[in-house]
């Protein structure tokens, strides 16, 4: 394929790619909810769309927009009552920003180090009150929404008489009348089970609250996105990403609200990517078997039978297909963890080889072939797997070479190192892990140097510790021999 | 002094620190506008009241709020004309947020680099609008504003008759309307020269603008501080800081804003930290004469004579008193990185002695009353400068141990250890640079490693080249030989 193809879930179809305004091109991926530490839930997402954010960018001038949702559900102690709480100093209390700035800061940290590009704007739901005021107003005037005790709901199914509420999640509104559930206290505010709030009215114990037309309190979930989206990308841009799970009631909402408020369809593609299952069941918090990625990378979890590091949980995202789920498991992790090893040893191999002499080289054609093959993988939505399939291949050839089985030409070497390039380094975003333990490896090899010097010192071969001194001072270290043995610093 | 003075800009003299709300404590900082790439005038409030911060959490629980000014003066092509721009699509536009994200991702990179921890809360202008508005608005309710073409203005005579404009940078308004001079389009509009913005009716061009009961425009640059200091930090705080440029027209304008929306000083203490020089001139933009953070660690500006560390220049900037000038030279930095090395390798040292068995041992009373130095500098308004003498008396008794001069006993070793831990690597935040070269200087090694193992096997010294092999196997290194020589692996 030379054109790249997606899956939209909106058409349920792979559809060609084609930009509303190459050469830029628009992308809008739900981001953290930052009242939690990281986990593998959030790499998933993170990761799928950082491939096809890195993938875009090779020919595309793309913004991207991956936003966070700061607006949290945090709540003073009801026991104490408003004018207790009013009356507490500002800094006594618990402030929710601080809480959701502690898991920015995390996130921010755990996504670096699964090399996980950041977006070109990271907007919070914080931070666009007023947008989301205003597309609410909008709503509210173009008569699909309804106030109620200081709350906004959207009338769904006014607006699926007009439009089609379930375009997107393939639910049916009738169904969802029967058998919607909702929190007791705002039901009796709703017209029908199947509204959702725009803006809710703050009870006195939440405290994150604005101003408002209609009460003191907060915006809706679903409101954020079509209020972000459509400021930094325009009404209609070009993808919308997230996980599967937000398919609906969040992104057929998003849908609802941006075709009212703004008159157009909030997007041309909708991606989403697919679960991670552990034993078969969904990852998740309600379940109680979700691991952090602080967890992954220490080890420090009763499922863990030991630390993967952040390139292994990348590259074991990136063995799945996005639209596939991905089942958890310590064998598989340790698989990937190998896969990933052989494809690091082989690209650090490659740059030790020279071209061969021997007269039935593997053919550079062969090589060039597994790049098209990459490029098609790629196009064919962004198909991970398969790419990471044919660096196997390229490690076999470059193995095979090493050994002097099948030595390669200028050209077959030239041509396996650009594929390393672009589709290891650049596409997939698989990084030479910075090893934490470097400074302990450096002293056990100095450790090592130097008894050896100090060996060959008192076998009096000057040459060999002779020789040890000026490698070393080579590297700028220098060696000072005291009365407790020698020590050394750069 | 076993309680902590600080100097307050706004008495002109040391007090002693008394919170607010013991143990709680609120401080402000203003931080970085994010329309360039960070410089040395950056680092410097950064390290400074990074220095406060450590300090302060030793025996406090300190909110501390460190804004992004992201409110730019970006503009379109004005010749474009506002329908052109209207016309193009929203993708083709250059987005201002897109250019505050990148520079708010390099602030953050390089203040990582420079070990200058994240604040509590570090809130956006942009993401506080209507907390803007609303106290723009209580200003003008109170008739200390008023409305002029769109625009809000602070009356300052009028605030001057009943208050005092001036109390924190000693300014005396006449003078200040005799000299004011301001930009042309916006002087019709005011009635004082000295009156400053709060509202800005934004012209066609400018392209961050929000809605707001005066007109489609942008807030002033003064009332963002006002407002997201008083709502994360409440109507008074403890402790407002920033560079000493900033005292006036800025902090002077915040006191006067909170006066009057808050009915309240804004903050008990306010500290300022003095400016950078080179040559005995300000660094600043302006002069062109400022280095980036990053041309610091590259050493790539033709003012430089080399590259210096991250750790280097924050030990720099520690080793002059924060409201003392900092002149900037190559020598100056030499001298830093000179004196860094000795703590470094001092603290290095450390961890090697042993306890003497010599009759007349260092006292270990010489060595607590390091530790009360070092606390009674801290507790005189944070003098840095005298820590850092501090630990090179420290650096001297621990050279002076290893070389066998004066022994040091047990409680003398444990109690340096605790001085290098609490003020070496806690307050003042030196780490151990991680050295971006290790990978670079690990292939070196283990080159060397291998090199002298070949020659032991050319040479039949099959003890050198066996214990080689079992000291890498135990640092997890595997070697294998080939046609071409050994590799080696993890």
Not at 188 to 199: C, I, M, Q, S, V
């Amino acid at each position: 394929m030379n054109t790249l193809n997606l899956y939209n879930t909106l058409t349920r179809k792979k559809e060609v790619f084609e930009p509303l305004h190459a050469p830029n091109v628009g992308m809008y991926v739900c981001g953290p909810t930052v009242y939690g530490d990281p986990h593998l839930g959030h790499a998933r997402p993170a990761i799928t769309f950082d491939l096809v954010f890195r993938y875009l960018k090779l020919k595309y001038k793309v913004r991207y927009v991956r936003n966070i949702t700061d607006v949290g559900h945090l709540e003073n102690d009801a026991d104490e009552g408003e004018d207790k709480i009013a009356k507490k100093a500002r800094l006594e209390q618990l402030e929710p920003m601080e809480v959701a700035q502690y898991y920015i800061d995390r996130y921010h940290k755990f996504m670096d180090m699964l090399n996980v590009q950041r977006p070109s704007i990271e907007p919070r739901a914080t931070g666009h009150i007023p947008e989301q005021i205003e597309a609410i107003q909008q709503i509210l005037d173009a008569g699909y929404a309804y106030e109620s005790n200081g709350s906004v709901y959207f009338d769904v199914p006014k607006y699926n008489k007009d439009y089609h509420y379930g375009k997107l999640s393939g639910r049916v509104l009738d169904e969802l009348l029967a058998t919607t559930r909702d929190n007791l206290d705002s039901q009796h505010e709703k017209r029908n089970p199947a509204d959702f709030a725009l803006w809710k009215k703050a009870s006195p114990e939440h405290i994150m609250r604005w101003n408002s037309p209609w009460s003191i309190g907060f915006p809706g979930w679903h409101v954020e996105c079509t209020a972000m989206g459509c400021k930094y990308l325009g009404k209609t841009f070009d993808i919308h990403g997230g996980g599967m799970d937000l398919q609906f009631p969040h992104h057929e909402s998003e849908i609802a609200q941006a075709c009212i408020a703004n008159n157009a369809e909030p997007a041309k593609y909708w991606m989403h990517n697919n679960m991670i299952t552990i034993d078969g069941k969904k990852m998740g918090k309600s379940l109680g078997n979700f691991i952090t990625l602080e967890q992954f990378f220490t080890g420090d979890h009763p499922s863990l039978e030991k630390a993967y590091s952040p390139m292994t949980i990348r590259f074991f995202i990136l063995q799945a297909h996005y639209r596939s789920t991905l089942d958890f498991s310590n064998e598989a992790l340790q698989a990937a963890e190998k896969g990933l090893k052989r494809l690091q040893e082989a690209k650090k191999t490659l740059q030790t080889l020279t071209p061969g002499t021997n007269f039935q080289p593997t053919p550079t054609l062969e090589i060039s072939l597994l790049s098209t093959f990459c490029k098609s993988a790629m196009n064919d939505d962004f198909s991970s797997p398969l790419v990471i399939a044919c660096l196997f291949d390229a490690a076999k050839i470059i193995n095979s070479a090493k050994d002097g089985k099948t030595p390669l030409l200028n050209d077959g070497i030239k041509a396996l190192k650009e594929l390393f390039d672009v589709y290891y380094t650049q596409i997939l975003g698989l990084s030479d892990e910075a090893d934490s333990n470097n400074s302990e490896l450096i002293d056990g090899l100095m450790q090592m140097i130097l008894d050896i010097r100090q060996q060959a010192k008192t076998n009096r071969d000057y040459a060999t510790s002779d020789h040890i001194r000026d490698a070393l001072t080579a590297l700028n270290i220098v060696v000072k021999d005291g009365k407790d043995g020698a020590s050394w610093s750069f």
